[in-house]
């Protein structure tokens, strides 16, 4: 496929266009042998080879993507009334088939993880591998220690459904919490919550595992995630029995 070399370097090593031009500019990149000057050539990613600093650049398979999203905007591919999360990013990755992986309600705001790799979005959503998702929440009634117990041991929803484990660490005016989860059941936090009178106000998602949405991304806002940080995302990955 034809290609702009910084374009390719930018996707590849999961950095800026204008860092790309940088390491360009720098003598740091070669095709084929040759150090080049000028980043905007059009290089063959099937058959030339590009390095940068010495090392071999492959074209990425797939994409990562981390949006913080904005209250209103629906965790869907598609929508025929809402805005979505894929409408935000799409602009960017024309060629790529991207689906959120994972929900955050239309009201909630924070961390969607955004990608079009099949395999990785169902292993960090199957409740086996346990990747923990933390939320802050703002709520309408105390959050009092009989709540952070039950959490603890497992909320027995309205329907009967029994929930794993959870944490609720509520902050001092117990009106504000942190919460852990799991796993991922429709409007868990607010059914949750629900069982005890508790209604939400706010629901931010900060952590996917232990990568963190930047405290400066702000909403509508998205970046590509280099390997380091979906290593974060992944190395929380455990199977219980
Ligand atoms: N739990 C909820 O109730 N809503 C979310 O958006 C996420 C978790």
Redesign the pocket.
């Known amino acids: 496929m034809q290609t702009r070399l910084d374009k390719f370097i930018s996707e590849s090593m999961a950095i800026s266009r204008a860092d790309a031009k940088k390491l360009v500019s720098k003598s740091a990149v070669t095709v084929n042998g040759t150090i080049v000057k000028k980043s905007d050539i059009k290089i063959d990613t099937d058959t030339d080879e590009v390095k940068a600093n010495g090392k071999t650049l492959t074209s990425e398979q797939f994409v990562y993507i981390m949006l913080n999203k904005p209250v209103g905007v629906v965790s869907a591919s598609t929508d025929k009334n809402d805005v979505t999360v894929i409408d935000l990013v799409k602009d960017d990755f024309p060629r790529r088939n991207l689906f959120p992986a994972g929900?955050?309600?239309k009201t909630?705001t924070g961390f969607v993880l955004i990608t079009d790799d099949g395999q990785f979005a169902h292993d960090i959503l199957s409740p086996k591998h346990h990747v923990p998702k933390t939320?802050i929440v703002t709520v309408d009634n105390p959050v009092t220690d009989e709540v952070v117990q039950a959490f603890e041991d497992g909320v027995t929803l309205a329907d009967g459904q029994l929930m794993k484990s959870a944490a609720i660490i509520p902050y001092e005016d117990r009106y504000t919490a942190k919460i852990i989860?799991h796993q991922?059941v429709y409007?868990?936090?607010?059914?949750m919550l629900g069982v005890f009178d508790i209604g939400?106000n706010t629901?931010h998602?900060t952590h996917i595992g232990s990568l963190e949405l930047p405290a400066d991304l702000q909403p509508g806002e998205y970046v590509k995630l280099t390997k380091e940080q979906l290593l974060q995302i992944t190395n929380n990955m455990f199977t219980k029995s």
């Open positions: 929900r955050l309600d909630s939320y989860l991922g409007h868990q936090i607010k059914r939400v629901l998602r």
